[in-house]
């Protein structure tokens, strides 16, 4: 590959569809503390979080007063959960398990998502993909998650030690969410977004929109990266 030289997936929403159950997870755990969640919240509010940002910030706008005790008590009730609704059935969107192994057969693959390490390799290892990736960093793994840069600044800096000479501006985040695209952005990746969470209209500052992994290709990904790293350059383009 003369242009594309890395890729780094969000992990919900864009490789597993696990969104649906990862609010049923905080829905269970959040009844044992007398607080609902509607889906409309969750997604248009705190999908973007990782699962202490989940619970401190609705915590925060409930006027709930938690304990970093609590909110670690929560995570784990929750992280028990979402591990027995993940095993009860297939997660991956269409054409993920496919893109993936083309993707890692051209150029290095990470992932920065703001979900439990444990939750991505089940996942991973489930579906016979763990091998594809030679970074995962998770919930955790930085000071910040998503929408700081942290996440893909710390995937960037994994995947540069073990490959000399990449460039941020040929490497390209994956994303399904404005946050996550916040976060790719001020980590200085190329950024593509998948509409399987949010319409094209709500991925500001996407250069490429496509309906989803089962639609995009490594060669579309090599052209985005040869041209000018514009934010939103390509925003409007969404390719089915």
């Given at each position: 590959?003369?242009?594309?030289?890395?890729?780094?997936?969000?992990?919900?929403?864009?490789?597993?569809?696990?969104?649906?159950?990862?609010?049923?997870?905080?829905?269970?755990?959040?009844?044992?503390?007398?607080?609902?969640?509607?889906?409309?919240?969750y997604y248009g509010r705190y999908l973007g979080y990782d699962d202490v940002g989940?619970?401190?910030?609705?915590?925060?706008?409930?006027?709930?007063?938690?304990?970093?005790?609590?909110?670690?008590?929560?995570?784990?009730?929750?992280?028990?959960?979402?591990?027995?609704?993940?095993?009860?059935?297939?997660?991956?969107?269409?054409?993920?398990?496919?893109?993936?192994?083309?993707?890692?057969?051209?150029?290095?693959?990470?992932?920065?998502?703001?979900?439990?390490?444990?939750?991505?390799?089940?996942?991973?290892?489930?579906?016979?993909?763990?091998?594809?990736?030679?970074?995962?960093?998770?919930a955790g793994d930085t000071p910040q998650g998503k929408p700081s840069p942290q996440?893909?600044?710390?995937?960037?800096?994994?995947?540069?030690?073990?490959?000399?000479?990449?460039?941020?501006?040929?490497?390209?985040?994956i994303e399904d969410s404005r946050w996550g695209l916040e976060s790719a952005r001020?980590?200085?990746?190329?950024?593509?977004?998948?509409?399987?969470?949010?319409?094209?209209?709500?991925?500001?500052?996407?250069?490429?929109?496509?309906?989803?992994?089962?639609?995009?290709?490594?060669?579309?990904?090599?052209?985005?990266?040869?041209?000018?790293?514009?934010?939103?350059?390509?925003?409007?383009?969404?390719?089915?």
């Amino acid at each position: 590959m003369s242009g594309l030289q890395a890729i780094v997936f969000d992990f919900d929403g864009v490789i597993a569809d696990s969104e649906p159950l990862h609010l049923r997870a905080f829905q269970h755990t959040l009844a044992d503390i007398g607080v609902t969640l509607s889906a409309e919240d969750y997604y248009g509010r705190y999908l973007g979080y990782d699962d202490v940002g989940v619970f401190v910030a609705l915590a925060r706008d409930r006027g709930v007063g938690l304990t970093d005790q609590q909110v670690s008590s929560l995570v784990e009730k929750k992280g028990t959960r979402i591990q027995e609704l993940l095993r009860a059935g297939e997660v991956l969107f269409p054409g993920a398990a496919d893109f993936i192994r083309q993707a890692a057969a051209a150029v290095p693959i990470a992932i920065a998502s703001g979900a439990q390490r444990h939750e991505i390799e089940e996942i991973l290892e489930a579906t016979q993909l763990r091998s594809c990736f030679a970074v995962i960093v998770a919930a955790g793994d930085t000071p910040q998650g998503k929408p700081s840069p942290q996440p893909y600044a710390r995937a960037f800096e994994l995947l540069q030690q073990a490959s000399d000479g990449l460039q941020t501006t040929r490497c390209v985040a994956i994303e399904d969410s404005r946050w996550g695209l916040e976060s790719a952005r001020g980590a200085g990746l190329r950024s593509v977004a998948v509409t399987n969470s949010y319409p094209a209209a709500e991925l500001p500052g996407a250069e490429l929109i496509v309906d989803g992994l089962n639609t995009l290709t490594i060669s579309m990904l090599d052209e985005l990266v040869a041209g000018p790293a514009e934010a939103g350059q390509h925003g409007s383009e969404v390719r089915a």
